[in-house]
Nanobody, 116 residues
Framework: QVQLVESGGGLVQPGGSLRLSCVASGFTFGFYAMDWYRQAPGKERELVAGIISTGTSTNYADSVKGRFTISRDNAKNTMYLQMNSLKPEDTAVYYC?????????WGQGTQVTVSS
């Protein structure tokens, strides 16, 4: 059974940091590209950051460049998103996604709220 389980979300003040984790099971994690998406209330889901299967290449949305870092540990079947200098506009539900060809899996999401 395929599972992607996100954790690490919560309430943080502007300027603060959070580290999200996504633990995968039920498929060969190291073969899949992984992404973080987010969806704010009333808005479409958007790509935040992506990382290829080997972890040697990453990409970021312009809105998070220089503040967020995506990484993965294939030995632990886990992907991370380090989020620094958080802003209120980063408030959203954050989802992890695994993709390989036509195979796509999604996690259930974790809420991140940036507010004073």
């Amino acid at each position: 059974q395929v599972q992607l389980v996100e954790s690490g979300g919560g309430l943080v003040q502007p300027g603060g940091s959070l580290r999200l984790s996504c633990v995968a099971s039920g498929f060969t994690f190291g073969f899949y590209a992984m992404d973080w998406y987010r969806q704010a209330p009333g808005k479409e889901r958007e790509l935040v950051a992506g990382i290829i299967s080997t972890g040697t290449s990453t990409n970021y949305a312009d809105s998070v460049k220089g503040r967020f870092t995506i990484s993965r540990d294939n030995a632990k079947n886990t992907m991370y998103l380090q989020m620094n200098s958080l802003k209120p506009e980063d408030t959203a539900v954050y989802y992890c996604r695994a993709a390989l060809g036509e195979d796509t899996y999604w996690g259930q999401g974790t809420q991140v709220t940036v507010s004073s």
